[in-house]
């Protein structure tokens, strides 16, 4: 256990200095990849909507079948758009989304997955909008085992915070632009801080939060925290995090910033003055990097709605959002990469499901939703 923490510790000091330098995202990709048991990772965001994806960074992922998937196999990846409706911080298989049995039946198995002899795959939703996901996709060439999913599960709250911090300090990229734009919020309220609890920095949630004044607030440009308990316990970690304190540890702390009988906010503190997070952090001024938020569920897409309320499948929820964007079972197939038979066989579900008679009556069930 003791050489598991280590280990741990060591990998999310690899997360947390790729947010500050994205360059170094690919060996923190290759340190997930080792501590979880994957081949090949990939930082990414999907839309469903647009049905549009970009590989924001990349670990021994093969450049030819990367190239195909962006150029031929994206349209027919059967994971989309249901992958985009698992909850925020989720660690699901391939196989939780859509059976293997199913999945092994499809095109992209068989011209994609199965040539790169992957024999499994975790992701999860580091942030989430309406049909809009970041997401980490990590791929392996063993059998999948319930370890491999608790130990990126460990590393699920770091990668939500590296993918906040890269916002901060790389926002002239192209990529984090465009993954910025994808999404519709950001969790947390984010605040970078000074010497002295000096706020430097505050996203525009951390603003609101502020001003509001009922979890912290902005005392002379110096972050507080209202109830006095957790007021003594940041000061003291952002004195300790200035100094470079060992004891904060690379992982931060969390601090309660409301009692037990309330909702439950919590402060993570982390610091950045480690590692290659000291040198970025050194040209904000910042000590620390403060999240302030809790778990709050995401509004949902008329099609996502659908999906739960009705129960349908991967496959069933493929074809329904192919159905509000083409016409016909032809149009369809090709669109999907089906046959006409099998379009009609998720069609007939799907009228059972809804209490629809044709695919009119679906587009109109999405637009009731809207």
């Known amino acids: 256990m003791a050489s598991e923490s280590a280990e741990l510790s060591a990998v999310i000091g690899d997360i947390y200095d790729a947010a500050i330098d994205p360059a170094l995202w690919q060996r923190a990709l290759g340190s997930i990849c080792a501590f979880v048991g994957g081949s090949s990772a990939a930082l990414l965001w999907h839309d469903s909507a647009k049905e549009r994806s970009e590989a924001l960074h990349l670990f021994n992922v093969d450049p030819y079948y990367l190239r195909l998937y962006f150029e031929k196999y994206l349209p027919l990846n059967p994971m989309f758009p249901a992958a985009t409706f698992v909850d925020e911080g989720i660690v699901v298989a391939d196989e939780d989304i859509m059976p293997r049995a199913e999945l092994n039946k499809t095109r992209f198995y068989k011209e994609w997955i199965k040539p790169q002899g992957t024999l499994g795959a975790l992701s999860v939703n580091l942030e989430k909008g309406v049909a809009r996901a970041s997401m980490i996709n990590v791929r392996m060439t063993v059998p999948l085992k319930d370890e491999m999913r608790r130990r990126l599960g460990l ?14 300090f790389d926002q002239h990229k192209a990529a984090e632009e465009a993954l910025t734009k994808t999404l519709d919020h950001v969790e947390a309220a984010v605040l970078l801080v000074g010497s002295k609890a000096k706020i430097v920095f505050a996203n525009d949630m951390a603003k609101k939060i502020l001003a509001e004044g009922l979890l912290v607030k902005n005392a002379g440009n110096e972050l507080r925290a209202v109830a006095p308990t957790a007021n003594h316990l940041l000061r003291n970690i952002f004195l300790a995090a200035e100094k470079g ?13 409301t009692d037990k009988s309330q909702e439950r906010w919590f402060a993570h503190v982390l610091p950045l003055r480690s590692g290659r997070r000291q040198q970025a952090a050194n040209n904000y001024g910042a000590v620390a990097a403060v999240f302030i938020g809790k778990t709050v569920p995401d509004a949902l897409s008329p099609l996502e709605e659908l999906a739960k309320l009705y129960g349908l499948s991967a496959s069933e929820v493929r074809v329904f959002d192919a159905v509000l964007k083409t016409d016909g079972v032809k149009a369809i197939a090709d669109r999907l990469g089906l046959s006409q038979a099998t379009v009609k066989t998720h069609l007939h579900k799907l009228f059972q499901k809804t209490g629809t008679k044709r695919q009119g009556e679906l587009v109109k069930l999405a637009a009731g939703l809207k």
């Open 155 to 168: 590393l699920v709250p770091h990668l939500q915070r590296a993918v906040a911090i890269s916002r901060l």
């Open 245 to 257: 304190d060992a004891s904060v540890g690379v992982r931060g702390v969390a601090i309660p910033l």
